[in-house]
T-cell receptor, first 113, second 114 residues
Framework: QKEVEQNSGPLSVPEGAIASLNCTYS??????FFWYRQYSGKSPELIMF????GDKEDGRFTAQLNKASQYVSLLIRDSQPSDSATYLC?????????????FGKGTLLTVNP | EPEVTQTPSHQVTQMGQEVILRCVPI?????FYWYRQILGQKVEFLVS????????KSEIFDDQFSVERPDGSNFTLKIRSTKLEDSAMYFC????????????FGDGTRLSIL
């Protein structure tokens, strides 16, 4: 069973701090990695995607990928209360067909004012 | 910014009835997907669709489910005889191409089976 694992949290950080969200995946052949934000009762919203080892930055968000360790993370700098949401890690695994995303259960982030 | 549109936002149906969930993908996207999320659980892949045929489907997507692109803009998910366990949020997504391209999700349809 090919899985994506995330700490369910909740992760609580003060406003202005760095929030660090982690994700591991089981399929070594996975090619692409996505972070979605999901507010309660809403749909997943794409935040970041990363394909290559290393860091990718977009504004306050940085995605980090280490394929050797099968690990992907999301850093949120200068966290704001509006960042409070569930963050979903999604992986496009090497299933022979690459049309589906496998999601983790998500990490609930709370940013305290 | 272009977005995926889903209707209705909430559908309430008696068990055993047929339901059709509708989606309008982003206009220049070629790959379409349905996912579902049971309350409190993770998002699960149901089916992908390209060039008017199913590319891949999950174990969940059994004979009760079907998808169709009836015209140039709509993409539908039909559940023939609904069960209580079909109650979930159903999300449509689309991407420009398949493979590594990011998938963009609609707002979802909340399906409640009574």
């Amino acid at each position: 069973q090919k899985e994506v694992e995330q700490n369910s949290g909740p992760l609580s950080v003060p406003e202005g701090a760095i929030a660090s969200l982690n994700c591991t995946y089981s399929d070594r052949g996975s090619q692409s990695f996505f972070w979605y934000r999901q507010y309660s009762g809403k749909s997943p919203e794409l935040i970041m995607f990363i394909y290559s080892n290393g860091d990718k930055e977009d504004g306050r968000f940085t995605a980090q990928l280490n394929k050797a360790s099968q690990y992907v993370s999301l850093l949120i700098r200068d966290s704001q209360p509006s960042d409070s949401a569930t963050y979903l890690c999604a992986v496009n695994m090497d299933t022979g067909s690459n049309y589906k995303l496998t999601f983790g259960k998500g990490t609930l982030l709370t940013v305290n004012p | 910014e272009p977005e995926v549109t889903q209707t209705p936002s909430h559908q309430v149906t008696q068990m055993g009835q047929e339901v059709i969930l509708r989606c309008v993908p982003i206009s220049n996207h070629l790959y379409f997907y349905w996912y579902r999320q049971i309350l409190g659980q993770k998002v699960e892949f149901l089916v992908s669709f390209y060039n008017n045929e199913i590319s891949e489907k999950s174990e969940i997507f059994d004979d009760q489910f079907s998808v169709e692109r009836p015209d140039g803009s709509n993409f539908t998910l039909k559940i023939r005889s609904t069960k209580l366990e079909d109650s979930a949020m159903y999300f449509c997504a689309s991407s420009p191409t398949g493979g590594n391209q990011p998938q963009h999700f609609g707002d979802g349809t909340r399906l409640s089976i009574l």
